[in-house]
């Protein structure tokens, strides 16, 4: 809007668009400083969110490695108590062909003897011979059955109506209880629960006529159990006025009689056995103390590949003579050269900065605090360095921070007492409300584990980012590593970081500016004009002057 034409010197002979220009160089030296402090803000900005991720993979990676949280068939992160984690103890089967088998943390160390006297089965139905000629006079559009209890009405898809058509009346029924399908190359009808157990059934009641001869036209044979034999049986032909039960598993689990359960999948004391036939097997657990350790040991190393990080943004080196370059700059410079200059210019943006050297202190000191009865820590162990963990020595150029592991202290402290290992290093930590140092009552997180107070600590840092700097591209993985983080961050701040509303200041500020260089650029247009003008009329009164004198 601002591109008009102008055609300048022609009085003078002075370039005096070359001239405007130059004095507008000058002035659009305050601009270009202003973009360069916006530049500066946007870098940092680019720096907070980048650290942040990092903080945010380290703990969503070290959870899911730990199995302490899963994730749902939504997509969403489920968390898993530390108790429940089945990488603690080794169980073996002795038997595998008869059930195999998992533990939880929780499992005792051991050998237990099981007997299997019946599996867990569901009901089974299916056509007894080929019903592909004589079931297709038997379809009829909009015959009905009942099957357990629930209203089956079978409606035609195409012109006529098929057994495509009963399978998928049937399965899109909810909570029905069974599950149908059809192999038309041989011609066969199958039925079944989709559940094991005395609960599960298949009863095929109130049907209407076509239904009853539909019914018959399958030519079904049912598995099920019979109370009165005991035993799983094979009846001949389907009765429709019968209904047909499952059976619960029946298994003695060292010397416990009769323990029953309606899936083939039992878990007993933190001891998990899927269960494939009848018969005895051994399970043998035993803490895998190697296997414990090397996942604390991965833990600790990416601990210290992030405290690396943070130390080198605190601590990296600022050259305050390079400044991001302008456009114009840009335009006289290569690639390569724009690049290494961007490097330095973007160098010690965080040095030594208050968010993140604060958050990485208290992480710090957390993990070297006390884990009191009070917080509900029942072990022998109170402090960390009791079970090998400690910080490194100082070595000099080193900023601190790394963690180091006694491998014989850590091993014998997880083979002696893995329960209590465990404890130290996952139980939660409670959320109690305190008083902060303007007396604002705000919500900590006290206790807790090792590796809790770590995620704590790092999320608390994350919090305090993200007020500062925004969440970028974040946003996803936020909601992942805490689910009311983002909440706090748009009912608190409306989504507006600080540094946004900085940028935000910068933006009106450049604008203010242009609109200042464009006033001024009109106004040496307008003197220059003025300057042609009386130079126009000079020259005319001279000619006519000249023209006197020669007459």
């Not at 499992?107 to 592909?132: C, W």
Request: no cysteine.
């Amino acid at each position: 809007m601002y591109n008009n034409m102008r055609i300048t010197g022609l009085a003078s002979g002075i370039d005096t668009e070359e001239m405007i220009q130059n004095l507008m160089k000058a002035e659009r030296v305050k601009v270009d400083r202003v973009e360069q402090d916006k530049q500066i803000l946007i870098w940092r900005q680019e720096a907070y969110n980048s650290i942040n991720k990092d903080f945010v993979n380290f703990i969503l990676n070290s959870r899911k490695k730990f199995g302490l949280t899963s994730i749902t068939p939504r997509g969403t992160f489920r968390p898993n108590s530390y108790q429940n984690l089945n990488w603690v103890k080794k169980a073996t089967s002795s038997d595998e062909s008869k059930a195999t088998v998992s533990s939880m943390g929780k499992a005792l160390d051991g050998n237990y003897k099981v007997h299997v006297d019946r599996l867990a089965e569901g009901v089974s139905m299916a056509s007894g011979s080929d019903i592909s000629e004589n079931i297709k006079e038997k379809l009829v559009d909009g015959m009905s059955l009942k099957i357990n209890g629930k209203s089956v009405t079978v409606k035609k898809t195409g012109d006529e109506v098929t057994m495509n058509d009963v399978v998928k009346a049937i399965n899109s029924t909810e909570n029905i209880g069974v599950r149908a399908s059809y192999d038309a190359n041989i011609g066969r009808f199958f039925l079944q629960t989709t559940e094991t157990g005395k609960d599960a059934k298949i009863q095929i009641t109130e049907a209407d006529e076509a239904g009853k001869n539909f019914i018959e036209g399958l030519n079904l044979k049912v598995s099920y159990y019979d109370d009165t034999k005991k035993e799983k049986v094979t009846a001949e032909k389907f009765d429709l006025t019968k209904s047909y039960k499952g059976s619960n598993a029946i298994i003695n689990f060292n010397g416990a009689d009769n323990i029953e359960s309606s899936s083939n999948r039992i878990t007993i004391n933190g001891i998990t056995m899927d269960l494939k036939d009848t018969g005895d097997f051994n399970v043998n657990v035993s803490t895998d103390v190697d296997g414990i350790y090397e996942k604390i040991e991965k833990f600790i190393n990416d601990y210290n590949e992030l405290v690396d990080k943070t130390n080198k943004l605190l601590g990296e080196k600022q050259y305050r003579d390079y400044k991001p370059l302008t456009a114009e700059q840009k335009k006289a410079m290569e690639k390569e050269d724009i690049k290494l200059w961007e490097e330095k210019a973007k160098s010690g943006l965080l040095k030594s900065d208050d968010i993140i050297y604060r958050t990485m202190l208290n992480t710090r000191q957390s993990i070297y605090e006390e884990f009191k009865t009070d917080d509900g820590f029942s072990g022998a162990f109170k402090l960390i360095t009791e079970i090998g963990i400690s910080t490194e020595q100082y070595s000099r150029g080193s900023a601190g921070g790394k963690l180091v592991i006694d491998e014989k202290k850590l091993k014998d402290a997880i083979a002696k007492n893995p329960e209590e290992v465990m404890e130290l290093l996952f139980k939660a930590s409670t959320v109690k409300e305190v008083e902060n140092a303007n007396g604002k009552k705000v919500k900590k997180n006290e206790g807790g584990g090792f590796v809790t107070r770590i995620h704590d600590n790092l999320m608390l840092g994350m919090e305090e980012i993200i007020k500062k700097s925004g969440t970028g591209e974040n946003a996803d993985l936020y909601r992942g590593v805490k689910g009311s983080i983002l909440l706090d961050f748009v009912s608190q701040h409306s989504s507006i970081s600080l540094l946004d509303k900085d940028v935000l200041q910068y933006n009106r500020k450049i604008e203010d500016l242009n609109a200042m260089l464009f006033r001024k650029e009109n106004h040496y247009y307008a003197k220059f004009a003025a300057m042609e003008k009386a130079i126009s009329r000079m020259n005319q009164q001279s000619s006519w002057l000249t023209q006197q004198f020669m007459s």
